[in-house]
């Protein structure tokens, strides 16, 4: 079967179909992890995006679900140079195929994946759309023409869990209790609380600030899709928690607290996503190789303005990764420490520096 990947500007390509047999509109991103596609479909972070990954041949591992970031696959397609047919890992239990048709995700590969890489990267991230059935040029435009976009999007509210849920309870009654205000929460960030030995009860996005505060030793701000400046609930909640509790954010919440503070947000123009972007930590000069996953980024000059600290930046573009306000017992980064897919280099932060900075012995 042939596909069909067509974007705003009127760039067309065409492939060979695999996936589900689907059409489907998003923001078109590209991914430069070289493995982790199975963590990359399941984080929420890619919630109404066509994922184009730019390794030569993805799925060949197949799909375990004891590598789910989350209860699903999030994206609204997914673009490779070739995508494998063959599973070869013992773990596994699914094919990729498989796994996009249960989930009722298009995929398109056959096509020149650095022609359009190169294209995004000109021209910014756009809308697109993708198809696997047979559809005209001329309706994939009116469905692209129809979809509204990135910004201004309250995603993170979509995505949430609808109830409270305990992801590991305490060995004790005295363990340390890290309240999560769910975006968009990846699995393994609270894999690596709950190894840390804490007790962890995750919220939905709009839970009150009263209810995360009863209890809680510290707040996690999780990642998660979609603007964050279409999300005042949210950011009003963490406004009102400042320095009543220590609060940590990772992407999303980095950009919460950012605004949180007064600083200003702005989409990047075609963002940062996957295993390989370096970023240095200030105060130690030290480099870390981090995963990344975001196209909206926090004005480093309001966060000065309100008394933070910038602690780590982008060497690629020099934005904001990172920052602290000592005073109101913040820390929160842009990048993603727990990996899943990327290097470990600052699994730290979770592990230890956060936990740290909140009064937890880690």
């Known amino acids: ?34 493995t982790g596609y199975q963590e990359v479909l399941t984080d929420p972070s890619y919630t109404e995006q066509i994922v184009v990954m730019t390794t030569a041949q993805v799925g060949n591992y197949g799909m375990n679900a004891g590598d789910d970031e989350s209860g699903g696959i999030h ?35 056959g096509i020149d994946t650095r022609a359009l890489v190169r294209h ?13 059935e047979d559809v005209g040029d001329d309706q994939l435009r009116e469905r692209i023409l129809a979809w509204p976009g990135m910004a201004g999007r309250a995603l993170a509210t979509e995505v949430s869990t609808r109830a409270p ?33 804490c007790h962890i009860e995750v919220y939905p996005a709009d839970t009150p600030p009263e209810v995360l505060r009863d209890g809680a030793t510290a707040i996690f701000l999780s990642n998660g899709p979609g603007d964050p400046s279409a ?6 909640t963490v406004r009102s928690l400042l320095g009543d509790k220590p609060i940590l954010g990772v992407c999303l919440g980095h950009q919460l607290l950012g605004l ?34 975001h196209g909206f980024c926090v004005d480093p000059k309001g966060i000065e303005r309100a008394g933070g600290k910038v602690t780590h ?19 929160c980064v842009q990048f993603h420490p727990e990996a899943m897919p990327g290097p470990r280099d600052s ?16």
């Open 313 to 331: 930046i982008n060497l690629n573009d020099g934005t904001l990764e990172g920052f602290i306000h000592t005073d109101l017992r913040v820390a």
């Open 347 to 362: 699994e730290h932060l979770l592990t230890r520096g956060f936990l740290r900075m909140a009064g937890i012995d880690a």
């Open 231 to 236: 999300l005042p609930g949210m950011v009003e």
């Open 120 to 132: 995004i990267r000109s021209k910014g991230a756009m809308r697109a759309a993708i198809s696997t």
């Open 1 to 34: 079967m042939r596909a069909r990947l067509l974007l705003e500007d009127g760039r067309s390509f065409t492939g060979h179909a695999f996936g589900a047999v689907a059409t489907r509109v998003g923001e078109i991103v590209f991914n430069t992890a070289m």
């Open 75 to 109: 994206p609204a397609g997914f673009v490779a140079r070739e995508f494998s047919r063959v599973t070869s890992n013992h773990r596994a239990d699914q094919s990729l195929s498989q796994a996009l048709v249960n989930a009722g995700v298009p995929a398109i590969h």
């Open 165 to 197: 849920y305990t992801f590991a309870a305490g060995a004790t009654s005295s363990a340390p209790r890290i309240h999560v205000l769910d975006g968009g929460v990846k699995r393994n960030q609270l894999r690596l609380f709950s190894r840390a030995g």
């Open 260 to 293: 949180a503070l007064g600083a200003d947000t702005f989409k990047l123009r075609f963002g940062h996503r996957g295993g390989n972007h370096p970023v240095r930590d200030i105060e130690t000069g030290r480099i870390e190789i981090t995963s990344q996953n």
